[in-house]
């Protein structure tokens, strides 16, 4: 049977992905069918389960058959091995447009962004068990989804910036509605948060320690079974596992006051030189990591997440994925400079370089410069905008809300 595929692009990416990983040997993808329940499973532990093309693929077609299914509940979604999922594939991707072309890491970006969005208004309840790392793109598909699960294993962030991109995947969008200006904190720094912490500010609903997690999972599958599920018989068989989670003594809701203070300010110059100013009155760890992250990772991207999660907090998650698809297409295509590749090359390839930014400061990234990443691409036929259908939020859709009203929603659903 011949496949059909919407462009070159899909049958180069699906291909590329069969040769690499080639689906009768290795499934990067498990579905398992279970009465009333579907389970998604990422299956590439080697690699922590970073995202390639065809799982993209396999996932959307699965998901949109189900959402349609009038004998199906409820989705879980997880991942094999240490990581939950790191991001996507990015060495795969730029080795893909350094052979071809830019529009094949468009089309990546298109599907990869199309299933976060898909997730984030999908019609059944989504729980997602975070277990280990999740950054990036792993973020992206996660925080979207009703039920965010965490344990002590979960380490998230969004270390984008230092490969020359930015925290994208919905980023402007979930790092937006945190409280203050700790989103970004996250995205200009790169920062960790642990599981704990995500459950205090509410990109998790629930903290469950690993080993409770099969148990769940049992529990989840016979309440599934049963056919009674809503969002409040869901969230109550979650909460028999939870315990309560506890912040380390250096956690970032210790000095929450302090990055309000600097990362409020209007520009990145601004939050670097009262991170400075703060540096030099009290040199404590978090402080010199993230004047060192500020001044070694891309100047370019700090400057585009920087505006991209300012106007993020007035969009909507369908408003913030078409911005952030137009700024990576202008990363992609070399519109100003080629700091994704330069990053890629010293980082993921020849691994530990420093690299070369171009503009190596942030005084010299320029307006004009970070608003050619938010125009329309003119003069490339090898561009279209990103088109997300029509697809109402559900009402439990809790990354829509602002912390206070996560967590207002999460104590009465358990309630």
Known sequence: MIRQFSSWFSFFFFCADQILFPTSVIKVVLFEDKKGELKVILNRPKQLNCLTYEMFCQMLKKLGDYEEDPNARLVILKGN?????????????????????????????????????KIGTYKKPV?????????????????????RIVTENTVFAMPEAAIGLFPDCSASHFLSRLPGFLG??????????????????????????????????????????????????????????????HLKKDSVYKRLDAINECFSKDTAEEILSSLEELAAKNEEKWIVHAIKSMTSVSPTSLKIFLRLIREGRTQNLKECLVREFRASCHI???????????????????????????PSKLDLVSDEMVGKYFCE????????????????APAYFAPMLSCDARNFLVIYIDL
Not at 341 to 356: H, T
Not at 377 to 391: A, F, G, K, Y
């Open 81 to 117: 091995g240490r990581a939950f999922c790191a991001g996507g594939d990015v060495k795969s991707v730029l080795s893909f447009m350094t052979t071809g072309h830019w529009s094949f890491g468009a089309s990546f970006y298109r599907k990869q962004l199309n299933l976060d969005y």
């Open 127 to 147: 729980v997602s068990i975070i277990d280990g790392i999740v950054m990036g793109g792993g973020a992206g598909l996660s925080l979207n989804s009703t039920f």
């Open 184 to 245: 970004e904190y996250l995205g200009l720094t790169g920062s960790r948060l642990d599981g704990a912490e995500m459950v205090k500010y509410g990109l998790a609903t629930h903290f469950v320690l690993s080993k409770d997690l099969a148990s769940m999972e049992n529990a989840l599958d016979s309440l599934a079974a049963s056919g009674s599920v809503d969002l409040s018989s869901i969230s109550k068989t979650i909460h028999k596992f939870v315990h309560g989670p």
């Open 332 to 358: 992609l295509r070399r519109t100003v400079n080629s700091d994704f590749y330069e990053g890629g090359r010293a980082l993921l390839v020849e691994k530990g370089r420093q690299p070369q930014w171009m």
């Open 377 to 392: 691409v003119d003069n490339d036929d090898d561009w279209e905008p990103l088109h997300l259908p029509p697809r109402p």
